[in-house]
C-alpha cells in the first residue's frame, strides 16, 4: 500500500498531532455511580435523593455503563483505520464526566509533545447538550492548562449527522432490520427513530443562531426521513415510521421534545401496529439510554401492549462509520491548512455544516460561558 504521505513532507492530518474523542463518560463500578451522576449535575440544585432513583439503572447493570468499554473499543477501530491508511497519528480519549477526564488527557497529550488536536465528539447533532455543551467543556480544560504554563490548542469535526459514514451505515442497519422481518402487512410494521430528549427551549434555540432554530429536532427528522425511503425503496416496501424520545429529565413543568417512546408504542399497538422496527440513530454505541430506556424499558413497554419490537444495532464499531469519522478528521485538517479540495457532501441532506461553530450557535440558556471551536 502507498502511503499518503509519499512524496510529500506534509501529512493529511497536519496541522494536527493528535486526534481526540472526547464523550460523555461513565461509572466502572457500584462506588462510582453516586459520583459520576453528581458531576453530571453540578449546579443544578439535583438532591441525592433524585439521583438515587437514577443510580438503579446503572446498578441493575452491575453499576457499570456500558460507554466506557464501547469508547475503547471505538478508540480501537479509529487506530485500526489510521494505521489501515498508514496514517500515524496518535489518537487519545477523554470524558466530561468521568475517567479519564478530559483535562488530564489533554495534560497528557502536551506531556507527549502534542500541540494541537482535533476532536471528534460521540455525538452527531446540534444542539446545547450535543455540541456547545462539550466545546464549553474544552475551554475550560485547555485554560486551566494554560494557567499551568501548558498551551494546546484544540479544532472538532463538524456534526456529522448527515456524513455518509454515519448516515448510511444507520440505513443499512435499519434496512437488514427491515429484512428480517417475518411476512406482515406493511401497515402493520412501523420503523420507530429514537434520539435523546431535550428541553424544547433547548431545540428552539439549536442551530447556527440565525433565528431559524430546532437543528436538533430538524437533523433527526431528515435522517429518519431519508433513512425510510432508502428502506422502502431497496426493498419494495412503503413503510411509515416515527420520531420519539427517549431519557427525558427534569422537573415535570418544563416541556421537554415528545412524544416519549413508551407512549408511542402504546398509541401505535392501539392503531393496529403488530411490529415496530427501533431504530436509535441519536446516538452512537449501546450506552445506558439504549441499553436501559430501550432494551429494557421500552422493550417491556411493547411486550405489554402485544407489539413485536425489533431493535436494531447502534453504529458502534461498524466499518463504514469509522470510516467515515477518519475521513471527517482529513477534512478538518484540510481545512485547517486552508487547502482546496472536495468535502464530503451530506446525505440526506447536502447542506454541510462549517469547520467552526457561528456565533450564537446552541446558546446556553443557564449562564453564558466561553467555548472552544466556534467563531463566537
Not at 97 to 103: D, R, W
Not at 222 to 228: G, K
Not at 246 to 252: A, K, Q
Amino acid at each position: 500500500m502507498t502511503s499518503p504521505q509519499a512524496g510529500s513532507d506534509i501529512s493529511p492530518l497536519k496541522p494536527y498531532d493528535g486526534i481526540l474523542l472526547l464523550s460523555f463518560g461513565g461509572p466502572e463500578k457500584p462506588e462510582d455511580v453516586m459520583p459520576f451522576l453528581r458531576i453530571v449535575t453540578a449546579g443544578r440544585g439535583i438532591p441525592d435523593e433524585r439521583l438515587t432513583t437514577v443510580a438503579e439503572h446503572y446498578q441493575a447493570f452491575g453499576g457499570r455503563s456500558p460507554i466506557n468499554d464501547q469508547n475503547r473499543l471505538l478508540l480501537a477501530a479509529l487506530r485500526s483505520e489510521l494505521d489501515r491508511r498508514e496514517l500515524r497519528t496518535p489518537v487519545l480519549w477523554g470524558n466530561r464526566n468521568f475517567t479519564p477526564f478530559l483535562v488530564d488527557t489533554l495534560r497528557e497529550a502536551h506531556e507527549a509533545g502534542m500541540r494541537r488536536l482535533v476532536t471528534i465528539l460521540t455525538s452527531a447533532y446540534t444542539s446545547y447538550s450535543s455540541c456547545r455543551q462539550y466545546r464549553e467543556d474544552l475551554a475550560v480544560a485547555v485554560s486551566t492548562l494554560a494557567d499551568e504554563g501548558r498551551e494546546i490548542d484544540v479544532d472538532k469535526v463538524r456534526p456529522y449527522f448527515n456524513h455518509p459514514g454515519f448516515s448510511r451505515a444507520n440505513a443499512r442497519q435499519v434496512t437488514e432490520a427491515v429484512r428480517s422481518l417475518k411476512e406482515c402487512r406493511d401497515d402493520e410494521v412501523r420503523l420507530v427513530f429514537v434520539t435523546h430528549s431535550i428541553p424544547e427551549a433547548m431545540d428552539d434555540t439549536s442551530g447556527p443562531g440565525d433565528g431559524e432554530g430546532n437543528a436538533y429536532r430538524r437533523e433527526h427528522l431528515a435522517l429518519a426521513a431519508a433513512v425510510t425511503e432508502e428502506v422502502n425503496a431497496t426493498l419494495g416496501r412503503t413503510l411509515d415510521h416515527e420520531l420519539v424520545y427517549c431519557s427525558r429529565s427534569g422537573p415535570p413543568s418544563q416541556p421537554w421534545l415528545e412524544p416519549d417512546v413508551n407512549d408511542e408504542l402504546r398509541s401505535l399497538a392501539s392503531a393496529g401496529v403488530k411490529t415496530v422496527v427501533v431504530a436509535p440513530i441519536g446516538f452512537v454505541s449501546d450506552h445506558m439510554e439504549v441499553r436501559f430506556d430501550l432494551d429494557t424499558e421500552a422493550a417491556q413497554t411493547a411486550a405489554e401492549v402485544g407489539l413485536e419490537m425489533v431493535r436494531v444495532p447502534t453504529v458502534g464499531t461498524d466499518p463504514e462509520f469509522v470510516s467515515g469519522l477518519v475521513d471527517l478528521v482529513l477534512e478538518r485538517a484540510a481545512q485547517a491548512r486552508g487547502a482546496s479540495g472536495v468535502v464530503s457532501a451530506g446525505w440526506p441532506s447536502r447542506e454541510v455544516s462549517p469547520p467552526v461553530c457561528r456565533p450564537g450557535c446552541c446558546p446556553n440558556l443557564r449562564a453564558a460561558k466561553p467555548a472552544l471551536c466556534g467563531s463566537d
